[in-house]
């Protein structure tokens, strides 16, 4: 039985986050979309919900895997990658999963990758073969060499891991890239992908069975459609009958079109659309039969 389903019975929904850094802002605005509202402690630790009995954690992002796993929280937002990294090295010690990813998040992308000298010549994960690879993700890397077949050393370091092979400390690194800037400022070049990372927010395997169910149940709705949202527009125009079938396969990323009542002789339509509605897209539209053309933003929908 896990931690999880040993906890006492609450009424009271805790969601960890990070207290500072990258994913802290989005993951507050994300709530506070939700329809959250807090009152803050005096130590800006804790805070305490107000429009609904969903109370906040502000931790490292490294804490929030153990505090969900010890049933302290209840939900989370973090990398993907840190979730990853402290689930795969509970497994390779023979801990179960007592955590989960339940939604990508939309915010906070990035990958980890390897990342060689520059004057490399690479040609496959082979050339890894009796390597040192300096990481801050151990349990990740140790996993996938073991799937690649490879035998390579991994040295663990907690920061600055991407100055690892100057200093001869390894030959090469495997570490979170977003723009790729750093790599070149300390003439690295990635080579291989490990993980596709963004926000993600955790939960536990195990729902509970007191009042908190109704409450994740409820957070996890409206989540969904704000995430949904954040890309959202409402597509509004007119068209003749004949065009709407080739508007159609010009809108794969939208809702069915909605027809509304008719316009003296064209059809007058709308759909949510999910994807980016670029101005070559909305070009590309009218030179297909659109008219008209309004994009709406969408404040909130429940699907």
Same mark, same amino acid.
């Given at each position: 039985?896990? &931690?999880?389903? !040993?906890?006492?019975?609450?009424?009271?929904?805790?969601?960890?986050?990070?207290?500072?850094?990258?994913?802290?802002?989005?993951?507050?605005?994300?709530?506070?979309?939700?329809?959250?509202?807090?009152?803050?402690?005096?130590? $800006?630790?804790?805070?305490?919900?107000?429009?609904?009995?969903?109370?906040?954690?502000?931790? +490292?992002?490294?804490?929030?895997?153990?505090?969900?796993?010890?049933?302290?929280?209840?939900?989370?937002?973090?990398?993907?990658?840190?979730?990853?990294?402290?689930?795969?090295?509970?497994?390779?010690?023979?801990?179960? @999963?007592?955590?989960?990813?339940?939604?990508?998040? !939309?915010?906070?992308?990035?990958?980890?990758?390897?990342?060689?000298?520059?004057?490399?010549?690479?040609?496959?994960?082979?050339?890894?073969?009796? $390597?040192?690879?300096?990481?801050?993700?151990?349990?990740?890397?140790?996993?996938?060499?073991?799937?690649?077949?490879?035998?390579?050393?991994?040295?663990? #370091?907690?920061?600055?891991?991407?100055?690892?092979? +100057?200093?001869?400390?390894?030959?090469?690194?495997?570490?979170?890239?977003?723009?790729? &800037?750093?790599?070149?400022? !300390?003439?690295? $070049?990635?080579?291989?992908?490990?993980?596709?990372?963004?926000?993600?927010?955790?939960?536990?395997?195990?729902?509970?069975?007191?009042?908190?169910?109704?409450?994740?149940?409820?957070?996890?709705? +409206?989540? @969904?459609?704000?995430?949904?949202?954040?890309?959202?527009?409402?597509?509004?125009?007119?068209?003749?009958?004949? +065009?709407?079938?080739? #508007?159609?396969?010009?809108?794969?990323?939208?809702?069915?079109?909605?027809?509304?009542?008719?316009?003296?002789?064209?059809?007058?339509?709308?759909?949510?659309?999910?994807?980016?509605?670029?101005?070559?897209?909305?070009?590309?539209?009218?030179?297909?039969?659109?008219?008209?053309? $309004?994009?709406?933003?969408?404040?909130?929908?429940?699907?």
């Amino acid at each position: 039985m896990s &931690a999880t389903q !040993n906890a006492p019975a609450r009424d009271r929904l805790r969601i960890a986050i990070q207290k500072s850094g990258r994913l802290a802002e989005p993951a507050r605005s994300l709530l506070t979309a939700c329809g959250l509202s807090w009152r803050q402690s005096r130590d $800006k630790l804790f805070c305490y919900g107000e429009s609904l009995p969903v109370d906040l954690l502000l931790v +490292r992002d490294d804490d929030i895997p153990g505090l969900i796993a010890d049933g302290v929280c209840d939900f989370g937002i973090v990398g993907r990658n840190e979730l990853d990294e402290q689930a795969a090295a509970r497994r390779q010690i023979g801990l179960p @999963d007592t955590y989960q990813a339940l939604r990508g998040l !939309n915010f906070g992308q990035c990958r980890l990758m390897l990342a060689v000298p520059e004057e490399w010549d690479w040609q496959g994960v082979q050339q890894l073969a009796g $390597k040192r690879i300096a990481t801050s993700y151990p349990a990740i890397l140790t996993d996938w060499l073991a799937a690649q077949g490879v035998d390579a050393q991994v040295v663990e #370091l907690s920061g600055s891991v991407e100055i690892a092979p +100057r200093l001869g400390t390894a030959d090469l690194i495997c570490d979170l890239v977003s723009s790729g &800037a750093t790599l070149a400022a !300390n003439q690295l $070049k990635p080579v291989e992908t490990l993980l596709e990372s963004e926000a993600v927010l955790a939960g536990p395997v195990h729902t509970p069975d007191d009042a908190r169910a109704g409450l994740m149940a409820m957070l996890l709705r +409206r989540l @969904d459609g704000v995430v949904k949202q954040q890309d959202s527009k409402l597509l509004m125009f007119r068209a003749a009958a004949e +065009r709407v079938s080739e #508007l159609t396969r010009l809108l794969p990323d939208a809702d069915p079109l909605e027809q509304l009542p008719d316009d003296g002789g064209h059809l007058r339509l709308q759909t949510m659309c999910h994807g980016a509605l670029t101005w070559q897209r909305l070009e590309e539209l009218e030179r297909a039969g659109a008219q008209g053309l $309004k994009v709406l933003s969408v404040e909130r929908s429940l699907a």
